[in-house]
């Protein structure tokens, strides 16, 4: 076996004419670990050697190895020098590489892109979670542990709910959602939320995006012109506003959080917020801005959309509560299913404001979109009811603090030099990245058979300040490729360059 670049010696056939000699240098030593001519583990010369071999600057070599290392081909370590990245993953689908190696103009035949960013009315980016074939691991967020679905007591719900169901549940109800689920709902939204939530507030919805494009409609009904939303967030989420005709400023952010206090210059008719948990930044919107934002919307008239898409899972302090618990009449509260059990199950709720209970349940439009199904709205009713749900939450909250743990000593331990945020609540944190690192990052990770999304994928379009990063879903994988998914970050975060300032980038 070639374990050494001595046995290569200077046969390593590396064709440079006729390019730039770094860009050159780059594409012939990934065509070379690609094609296999360089194995993994092989130790490269050093690049005082090989320039002078190639009779090119010796920086010109150093800056190729950098660069290489930082997108994951090479691994550099004090002691062994450059070597061979051992892969973490299987070689990527041929049809993956070929469409990799035409991007970048060309020059630069990455490994297998990511996938693509969020992109205006929200569809686009569901279908491509769909379609690129799975990777070895999965660390971005949006999902929970999905083999943690709880089958049983899902089962034992539903059995007991179509058991006990009246004839009438089975036709056509009520557009607001069932009396069984709103009345659980409001309980269960009092005691774990702070909630201010009466049943008849409450419509069911499918899912946060369905709830959210019903306000969208109602307020753009009423003539809301603009819904202010966070610099950083889903942009399938703005998308929807935007297609019921609103536009989606960014409101600014420092670092306790968003400036809700900027919303006075902005004025829009709303404010869409994470304040309990930002999305995907991590933290709590800071008490004296909660309730700035409340007083804002009392003295313009103005709604807060208040997203708690998380608000089960904190770990190591009290949850943050509601902030529709400040002026049930100002915040619409949105809640979903999605990451306390399940997305595919499509269940979500939102706590109206009375003056906008009517105008919601128009939107939902009582033929084309009556309600969601009832047999799951009543075994989700039966689920909390039973305390079920409250089990549930209970285990997962502690299988995903020991993953967050086990991530945050990871780090310390493999890449001390970078800092991780937002691991106070919720299903994922953020690895801030030095600028002008996180697009090799991303490459290194599709390299390393690693999904995973970048600070920009979530970046609105306007935002004034640009953040690096990456978004770590550790709640993503079951339990038998979180092991794997760790190791493979950590292999990424490696060839991070943390001594890169913002004058390099
Ligand atoms: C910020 C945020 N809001 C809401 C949701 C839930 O969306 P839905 O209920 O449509 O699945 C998610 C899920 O990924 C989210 O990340």
């Known amino acids: 076996m070639q374990d050494d670049w001595a046995t290569f010696g200077a046969d390593l056939h590396l064709d440079l004419r006729g390019t730039r000699l770094r860009a050159g240098l780059m594409d012939a030593l990934r065509e070379a670990v690609r094609s296999g001519r360089l194995a993994p583990g092989t130790r490269l010369p050093s690049s005082r050697q090989l320039a002078a ?20 081909w090479l691994t550099a370590r004090q002691g062994s020098g450059t070597r061979v990245a051992r892969r973490a993953a299987p070689r990527p689908a041929p049809g993956a590489e070929a469409a990799a190696a035409a991007g970048e103009g060309g020059r630069s035949p990455a490994p297998p892109a990511p996938p693509a960013g969020p992109t205006p009315g929200g569809s686009a980016w569901r279908v491509a979670r769909r379609r690129t074939s799975p990777p070895a691991y999965d660390l971005r ?17 539903y059995r007991r709910a179509l058991a006990t169901a009246p004839n009438e549940a089975f036709g056509y109800g009520d557009p607001r959602g069932r009396q069984e689920l709103r009345t659980a709902l409001a309980e269960y939204l009092a005691r774990a939320r702070g909630v201010h939530a009466r ?55 420092d670092e306790r959080g968003t400036r809700v ?73 949105l809640g979903t299913a999605s990451k306390s059990l399940a997305p595919g199950l499509r269940l979500a709720w939102m706590v109206l404001p009375e003056s906008l209970v009517d105008e919601v349940v128009a939107a939902k439009g009582a033929v084309v979109d009556w ?34 743990d086990q991530l945050v000593a990871a780090l310390a331990d493999r890449a001390p030099g970078i800092r991780v945020g937002g691991i106070a609540a919720g299903l994922h944190a953020v690895l801030s990245l030095p600028p002008g690192t996180e697009a090799a990052a991303l490459r290194s990770a599709a390299w390393h058979g690693l999904a995973v999304q970048g600070l920009g994928h979530f970046r609105h379009p306007q935002a004034r300040r640009t953040l690096e990063g990456l978004v770590v879903g550790y709640g993503t994988p079951p339990d038998s490729a979180w092991q794997g998914a760790l190791q493979a970050l950590c292999r990424v975060l490696e060839g991070v360059d943390t001594a890169r300032s913002p004058e390099d980038a």
Not at 267 to 296: E, I, K, N, S, Y
Not at 375 to 404: I, S
Request: hydrophobic share 40%; net charge negative; proline share 7%.
């Open 141 to 157: 967020s949006g999902t929970p542990d999905l083999a943690s679905f709880p089958r049983a007591a899902w089962l034992k719900a």
């Open 199 to 253: 049943p008849e507030r409450i419509v069911i919805c499918s899912g946060f995006a369905h709830g959210l494009m019903l306000i969208g409609r109602a307020l753009r009904g009423r003539g809301a012109r603009a819904v202010g939303v966070e610099s950083y967030g889903l942009g399938p989420h703005a998308g929807l506003l935007r297609d019921a005709g609103l536009a989606t400023p960014p409101l600014p952010f």
């Open 261 to 333: 206090e900027e919303l006075t210059s902005l004025a829009p008719d709303a404010v869409l917020l994470t304040a309990a948990h930002q999305f995907p930044l991590g933290g709590a919107l800071p008490p004296d801005r909660r309730t700035a934002v409340v007083d804002w919307a009392r003295a313009t008239g103005g709604h807060v959309l208040e997203d708690d898409y998380d608000g089960e899972f904190r770990y190591d302090r009290q949850p943050v509560g509601a902030l529709q618990g400040l002026d049930p009449e100002r915040v619409v509260y």
């Open 53 to 72: 071999d190639l009779g090119v600057a010796r920086n010109t070599v150093a800056d190729a190895y950098a660069e290489l290392v930082a997108e994951g």
């Open 371 to 404: 309600m969601c199904g009832t047999p799951d709205q009543l075994a989700f009713a039966d689920f909390l009811a039973t305390g079920a749900h409250d089990r549930h939450v209970r285990a997962m909250r502690l299988r995903y603090r020991h993953r967050r």
